[in-house]
């Protein structure tokens, strides 16, 4: 099969391959650019675990053409913190138990980054509806409602100073 050029900005940081049209960003996130966080689970688009921000928006990396993602700012697990410091929204996962294997973990991390960039301070409710579209087999999901309301309030403590 012909493959064709693609140039991603991942991250911050400008990459060049060669793809199969066919191949999905997941694929080549993980498997020609080395994001390994981005985790691949039930190539549907229904449980989130692929989950990464395309120009500032959620989607599943999973059914996305990767030659879609041309031209957009493509962020990952591994490139919502600033430095070697985990992000504040990774810290209160580790912090409120909001994980147990880990698997689905970037993905509800990438979701609650998306809804704290909208929303700084939403109810339970709000976080629930939000990462609906995010599922757990581990952990239940008060661990993680927690982290993601620990998360927004130590945003807004940063966000003041």
């Known amino acids: 099969m012909t493959k064709v050029p693609l140039p991603l900005k991942v991250n911050g940081s400008d990459y060049y391959v060669e793809i199969e049209p066919h191949r999905t960003l997941l694929d080549v996130l993980r498997e020609d650019l080395g994001f390994t966080g981005t985790k691949e689970s039930c190539r549907e688009g229904e449980c989130g675990v692929c989950t990464v921000s395309l120009d500032n928006k959620t989607i599943n990396s999973c059914l996305l053409p990767a030659?879609?993602?041309?031209?957009?700012?493509?962020?990952?697990?591994?490139?919502?913190?600033?430095?070697?410091?985990?992000?504040?929204i990774q810290k209160a996962f580790v912090d409120c138990h909001g994980l147990q294997c880990g698997f689905c973990t970037p993905g509800f991390i990438m979701s609650a980054k998306a809804l704290l960039d909208e929303n700084e301070n939403p109810t339970e409710e709000e976080i629930r509806s939000y990462l609906a579209g995010n599922l757990c087999r581990c952990t239940g999901y008060n661990g993680i409602v927690d982290a993601v309301k620990q998360a927004a309030s130590e945003l807004r403590k940063l966000n003041k100073v």
Do not use: Y
Not at 67 to 88: D, F, N, Q, W, Y
């Open 67 to 88: 030659v879609a993602a041309r031209g957009k700012e493509i962020i990952t697990v591994e490139g919502i913190a600033a430095s070697e410091e985990l992000h504040p």
